[in-house]
């Protein structure tokens, strides 16, 4: 029977804000936005009795107490924008005290200090060392339990929710609730009474005891706290310890409301029924099943100097394009490799679980056994990064242990050819293909064990799931069965370009080929004949048969419609190509996909994006929190401070000056220049869905959309005359053309090619492809009446109305690769691509690689004379711009030695004048109209606004 008593401490402990008070949502925007004092006072006295009682149970002295109380809050004012759920701040909270308080004891038992010791805790009514055994029994036994059974557990137990709460907040069924809070409390009273814990329920009401923390301590952190959240120093409401405890730990908690709920689980374990709805059914008999733990996130470090917001989010986000995503043996966990990184994902929470980076790697394909527990990768091992040399290899990693177990390089594999890999299921042979070269490994040694030289290419690789056939070709597909020796067969023949794409069917007899253009052929390879044909409308980026090859789970390589329409995972039917269901998946296209062993998830990698879903229901897993879903391509301020970005997913977003996103604005494909106009009436973008659109910047709404500069290249220019009547607007198609943006006329339009030399009317895409390798990054004056274009050694100043030449400016030998206009448009910056690095390979051939740094000028464009000239750090800039008040120039370099910055130099000299150092890469930057922020973005969809005085450092040899 349940005990009333019980139930009724469990509710007060996890009491509400009364009506009148405002809720823990309000408190936290006030302290993230300004660090009201007053609402860090009103969260220090409404949850600073439950930390306390924390901080005492997990410390072992009162002064540790102290620091961990102390630190808890200190990370509240660091993170309080980032707490996903202000309904669950108190069990946050909670998570944050337990594991500093784990982390001090940890340091202490390394590292004994008498004097701290010395001092004795406050007296505790469940704090002898009977009472301590066992609350760290039931920590670590609720700790162990699966989320699943954990979650309801949490709710109904420690927050008090009846079993319908419960369900409405999991989104869950209310019977699914209690058949899940029965299995979850049998399992954790079976794994207590194996460690000899039995407790009778009247035992668990001194842990329910929530004491207050002392007046001096809560006084002082909330003090502490409002300094903190506004990047003060947190005076004397912090102690040393407790300010470096909360920089070295972090904010990181469990993906439920994981708080130790010490009294419920005391309650849980003397099989004690709380439930406050129905009575659940009588639990059956535990089974003894081992637990996956769930990976702990990374812990973040103190913020950056200078960092006053950040746009978008970092959950499920990547820097790379290139992924391949797979689900580890915890089906909650995702492991996503990328460049030379491999990146574990926790799916209720979308946060990275700790990355494991293979030295010296660059991945060009993976692949993993169905339990997730072995992966390979295939690639290139930098051996020499300094002269750039590289060879093909191929890596295997144990999942579970999340480290390398070999690699070994391919011989002779070239670097014309990405290399490829595969494994059979039982995970005991590899498979590589690298040009016409096949071989096989013994997945545990290493050691290679055949190797197969076929005069075809091998643009197609697929292996069978008992890893006995190999199946690869191009126009021609063959089949190898490498343990009989011999040649290979051909099976299958196709016209055109052939195939790249083939998977086995996990029965082992069918393939499935990509035909292009959207057909997927079913081949039977004993037979040699096609048996079914899977046709879509759009280009396939992505296929995956589910583990009983039922399904198959297509996607498309970009947008299947133009907006609104979005990408979706298709499931289909193979045997009539029917659809059975569609996983919705944003606006970027699909690289990879992949089932769950159980097959009732899928998981696939986007641009940046990792995606996972339940199948039943169609639902994406995990949080979803608003932000791009491609890089950041274009980053601009509005005069008020608010920030618009621009992104490979057909979007343009606003943010207000704090980083709180605002209106979602669509366009036709990736977006590469954006503008808003001088009073912030305006904002214009150009895309490659070959148009211009131009918004009113306060209400969203599409004023005009214009003739783009076509759907294939990269490079868009728009700028707004200082009057915000006309718009300038470039494309890579070479054509200049002036707006009117009240009636959206076209005023002018002109081609900039150079003069007699003309468009090739047979074949455009090659002739654009030819404007795409020869022109740099362009920029139009201030008062939008000059044009300048780097094209090769030269660059020109055009008038945008007339289309006539002001003049050519000689840059010889330096190749512009950006150019940037100063404020009062009178200076030019000039930026080129450093002097390329000639390495001879052993073989004789010439490998070039990029230069150590790069020419950067700043022109006097009206008598056409360069000003000064310098070489800069880095092969090339990726941004260039000057300060609004033109006294400095920025520019974000690429190939910079020792990390990511944003440079800056004296504008009238080209001097060292500092740098804001990066996390990662930067892509793109902007100055707001004071000049005193810059916001930079990122390849992870993110972007990050400094305060330029407190994150300006000194360049190495420089100073600010």
């Known amino acids: 029977m349940p005990d009333a008593r019980i139930a009724g401490l469990v509710r007060r402990t996890a009491r509400p804000a009364t009506p009148a008070d405002p809720p823990d949502a309000a408190l936290l925007e006030r302290v993230a936005r300004g660090g009201d004092p007053a609402a860090a006072a009103a969260l220090v006295a409404r949850h600073g009795p439950a930390v306390w009682a924390a901080c005492r149970r997990a410390a072992r002295t009162e002064a540790d107490a102290e620091d961990v109380f102390q630190a808890t809050f200190l990370v509240l004012a660091r993170d309080a924008a980032k707490v996903r759920k202000a309904a669950s701040v108190e069990s946050w909270l909670f998570g944050v005290a337990h594991r500093l308080g784990r982390e001090v004891r940890a340091r202490h038992a390394r590292r004994p200090d008498p004097a701290r010791l010395a001092r004795a805790p406050a007296p505790d009514p469940a704090a002898d060392v009977t009472w301590a055994e066992v609350r760290g029994a039931i920590d670590e036994e609720l700790a162990r339990l699966p989320d699943g059974l954990r979650a309801p557990l949490l709710l109904c137990y420690y927050d008090g929710m009846t079993q319908d709460e419960a369900a409405a907040e999991l989104g869950w069924t209310a019977r699914a609730v209690k058949a899940r809070v029965a299995r979850g409390r049998a399992v954790l009273r079976a794994r207590l009474t194996r460690r000899g814990v039995e407790l009778p329920a009247a035992l668990a009401a001194p842990l329910l005891a929530a004491t207050a923390a002392p007046a001096r301590l809560a006084a002082g952190i909330a003090e502490a706290v409002a300094n903190a959240a506004r990047r003060l120093p947190p005076g004397s409401g912090a102690t040393p310890t407790a300010v470096a405890l909360a920089r070295s730990g972090g904010s990181a908690v469990f993906p439920t409301r994981v708080t130790l709920g010490l009294a419920c689980a005391a309650a849980l374990a003397a099989g004690t029924v709380l439930a406050l709805g129905d009575d659940p059914a009588p639990a059956p008999a535990a089974t003894a099943t081992p637990a996956t733990a769930q990976p702990v996130p990374p812990v973040p470090g103190p913020p950056a100097p200078g960092v006053v917001a950040r746009v978008g989010t970092t959950q499920f986000r990547q820097a790379g394009r290139r992924q391949w995503v797979f689900f580890t043996p915890d089906p909650d966990t995702v492991v996503v490799a990328e460049g030379g990184l491999l990146r574990f994902w926790h799916v209720p929470t979308g946060t990275n679980a700790r990355d494991l980076t293979v030295p010296d790697a660059a991945f060009e394909d993976a692949a993993a056994t169905p339990d997730g527990r072995t992966l390979v990768v295939a690639g290139r091992h930098w051996t020499d990064r300094v002269a750039h040399k590289s060879e093909a290899a191929v890596w295997v990693v144990d999942v579970a242990a999340r480290k390398v177990l070999w690699r070994a390089d391919v011989p002779d594999a070239g670097t014309s050819t990405r290399a490829k890999v595969r494994v059979s299921a039982d995970g005991k042979r590899v498979f590589t293909a690298t040009g016409g070269d096949l071989r096989v490994w013994d997945a545990r040694t290493g050691d290679e064990l055949l190797r197969y030289r076929h005069p075809g290419g091998t643009d197609a690789f697929a292996v069978s799931p008992d890893g006995k056939a190999v199946v690869f070709g191009r126009t021609d597909l063959h089949v190898w069965r490498w343990e009989a020796g011999g040649e290979a067969r051909a099976f299958a023949r196709f016209g055109g370009f052939g195939t790249e794409a083939a998977w086995f069917a996990p029965d082992g007899r069918s393939v499935y080929v990509d035909r292009g253009s959207g057909q997927l052929a079913v081949w039977d390879v004993a037979a040699g004949r096609q048996t079914a044909l899977v046709a879509r409308d759009w280009q396939l980026g992505a296929c995956a048969p589910s583990p009983d090859g039922k399904i198959l789970a297509l996607a498309?390589?970009?947008?299947?419609?133009?907006?609104?329409?979005?990408?979706?995972?298709?499931?289909?039917?193979?045997?009539?190509?029917?659809?059975?269901?569609?996983?919705?998946?944003?606006?970027?296209?699909?690289?990879?996909?992949?089932?769950?062993?159980?097959?009732?998830?899928?998981?696939a990698a986007t641009d940046q994006q990792v995606w996972v879903w339940d199948v039943k229901t169609g639902r994406p897993l995990g949080p979803a929190r608003p932000g791009h879903e491609g890089r950041i391509s274009a980053i601009v301020f509005a005069p008020d401070g608010s920030l618009f970005t621009a992104s490979d997913d057909h979007t343009v977003r606003t943010w207000d000056a704090a980083g709180k996103p605002g209106r979602v604005l669509l366009t036709g494909g990736w977006v590469r220049g954006l503008a808003v106009s001088r009073d912030g009436r305006l904002v214009a973008a150009s895309a490659l869905g070959n148009d211009v659109r131009v918004w009113e910047a306060g209400t969203g709404r599409e004023r005009f959309k214009l003739l783009g500069h076509g759907r294939v290249g990269g490079k868009r220019v728009v700028r707004f005359a200082p009057d915000g009547a006309r718009l300038v607007a470039w494309g890579d198609d070479e054509y200049l053309r002036v707006w009117d943006t009240r009636t959206g006329r076209l005023l002018a339009e002109h081609s900039t090619r150079p003069p007699g030399e003309q468009a090739d009317p047979d074949d455009p895409f090659a002739d654009r492809l030819r404007g795409m390798g020869m022109l740099g990054d362009p920029d139009v004056s201030p008062d939008g009446t000059v044009f300048a274009l780097g094209a090769g050694t030269t660059v020109r100043l055009i008038d945008p109305m007339t289309g006539e030449t002001r003049r050519v400016l000689d840059l010889a030998p330096v190749a512009a690769t950006r150019v940037a206009f100063a404020p009062d448009g009178r200076r030019l910056a000039v930026a080129g691509r450093g002097q390329p690095v000639q390495t001879k390979l052993p073989d004789g051939r010439v490998q070039s690689g990029p230069g150590e740094d790069h020419p950067v000028a700043v022109w006097d464009v009206t008598a056409g004379k360069a000003l000064w000239a310098v070489a800069a750090p880095g092969y090339w800039a990726s941004d260039l711009a000057f300060t609004p008040d033109g006294a400095r120039l920025a520019e974000l370099p690429l190939g910079l030695k020792g990390g990511y910055s944003v440079q800056f130099r004296d504008a009238a000299t080209g001097a060292d004048a500092g740098r804001i150092d990066l996390p990662v890469r930067g892509w793109q930057f902007a100055f707001d109209r004071t000049g005193r922020r810059v916001a930079v973005s990122f390849s992870d969809t993110t972007a990050t606004v400094f305060d330029i005085p407190a994150a300006l450092a000194p360049s190495p040899g420089g100073k600010p």
Do not use: F, I, M, N
């Open 556 to 603: 498309p390589y970009q947008l299947a419609a133009p907006p609104p329409g979005t990408v979706a995972v298709e499931l289909v039917d193979p045997a009539t190509g029917k659809e059975v269901g569609r996983l919705p998946a944003g606006r970027t296209g699909v690289g990879h996909v992949s089932w769950s062993a159980d097959g009732t998830r899928v998981a």
